[in-house]
């Protein structure tokens, strides 16, 4: 069974470019969930997906992010316009239930310069 | 909303001895307590986890004890090797109104070989 799959692994943008994430949950899990870690710090929430629907987007930081889920398959999130704080490194995650194991995929490192 | 406290955020032990991790969560209707482990560079993965209906569970050196009085759990290592050497998170449930894992700050463990 493929985990959960994350694309780029690495992206290095300048400030004020756009940049968009991919991820690809385990095959038959409802349940998204993006998160975030910053400089070594805890891995902090940013939204949940249930299905195709925005569940919980309360730990979105502003405006300048987008997530989708058309189809309730893969999602995107999109950073427009990158600023310096926005690096660091997004995990996507996702569960069956939301109340059970969440697998996390591996990652992607954004570094905006 | 759920609050999630970890301790300590570092741990040196000599190979062979344990090592305690411990997590204090606010919400008194969590029931579910996962802890990743986080090798660098790699994704958090799920090490073992624990419901409210039980106070232990044991995986070969792994162990969480939940004391659901206390709001409190803890991840017991013991006979550490090198290769125990990670970022260790403890996670608490969703709480009242959000579905999506609240995690602690995060430990970061050394074995000494």
């Known amino acids: 069974e493929a985990g959960v799959t994350q694309f780029p692994s690495h992206s290095v943008i300048e400030k004020g470019q756009t940049v968009t994430l991919r991820c690809d949950p385990i095959s038959g899990h409802d349940n998204l969930y993006w998160y975030r870690r910053v400089m070594g710090k805890e891995i902090k929430f940013l939204l949940h997906?249930?299905?195709?629907?925005?569940?919980?987007e309360s730990g979105m930081p502003n405006n300048r992010f987008l997530a989708e889920r058309t189809g309730g398959t893969y999602s995107t999130l999109k950073v427009q316009p990158a600023e310096l704080e926005d690096s660091g490194v997004y995990f996507c995650?996702?569960?069956?239930?939301?109340?059970?194991?969440?697998?996390f995929g591996q990652g992607t490192r954004l570094t905006v310069v | 909303g759920e609050n999630v406290e970890q301790h300590p955020s570092t741990l040196s032990v000599q190979e062979g001895d344990s090592a305690v991790i411990k997590c204090t969560y606010s919400?008194?209707?969590?029931?579910?307590f996962p802890w990743y482990k986080q090798e660098l560079g790699k994704r958090p993965q799920l090490i073992i986890d624990?419901?409210?209906?039980?106070g232990e569970k044991k995986d070969q050196r792994i162990a969480v004890t939940l004391n659901k009085t206390a709001k409190h759990f803890s991840l017991h290592i013991t006979e550490t090797q090198p290769e125990d050497s990670a970022v260790y998170f403890c996670?608490?449930?969703?709480?009242?109104?959000?579905?999506?894992?609240?995690f602690g700050s995060g430990t970061r463990l050394q074995v000494q070989p």
């Open positions: 997906f249930v299905k195709e629907s925005k569940q919980d």
């Open positions: 919400d008194s209707a969590s029931n579910y």
């Open positions: 624990i419901r409210s209906n039980v």
């Open positions: 996670a608490a449930p969703p709480d009242t109104g959000r579905r999506a894992l609240t």
């Open positions: 995650a996702s569960s069956q239930d939301s109340r059970v194991r969440a697998f």
